[in-house]
Structure formats: C-alpha cells, structure tokens
C-alpha cells in the first residue's frame, strides 16, 4: 500500500488549521509548531489527537506528544500506516 506523503501533509495542515484558525496557507511545510506558531501545549494535543483520530492510529499520548512540526506529524502517519501495511 501507498502512503500519499502529500496528502497526509495537507490534511495535517487542515486540522492545525481548524484548531489554532490560522489561514492553511500560512502553515508550511517545515514549521515549528511551537517556536513559530506559538502553540501551548494544549492546542498541540488537540492537534495530535485529531490527527491520531483522523488516521485511526491509535496511538499513545506520548507518541503524539513527539508532535513538534508538520514534518513531524507526516512522519509519524506515514511511518505509523506503512508499518500497518506491512503487518
């Protein structure tokens, strides 16, 4: 099975969007959410756990606590789906 990076990146990119309302096209590719976005940490778990839903990976709060970019986040979908696939 094929995991479309791109896709995970822009759906990822869509739920930041709908938990912080910052505009898709300000969210790239590379940012920090933290340094950059300047997000608590409550918004970082909404967002891990929003995208733990969305990709049912059932994954742990510390998992999703390693969440610090986009980059990261695509990561751990692509990485955590991949891994299915193969099982």
């Given at each position: 099975?094929?995991v479309d990076v791109e896709a995970i990146r822009s759906r990822i ?75």
């Amino acid at each position: 099975m094929e995991v479309d990076v791109e896709a995970i990146r822009s759906r990822i990119k869509e739920i930041i969007a709908q938990v912080t309302g910052i505009p898709v096209a300000e969210i790239g590719d590379r940012v920090s959410l933290v340094e950059d976005l300047d997000l608590d940490s409550l918004s970082l778990m909404e967002i891990g756990v929003d995208v733990d839903y969305e990709y049912r990976l059932g994954l742990g709060d510390e998992a999703l606590q390693g969440i610090g970019s986009v980059e990261d986040a695509v990561t751990l979908v692509r990485d955590t789906l991949a891994a299915r696939a193969v099982a």
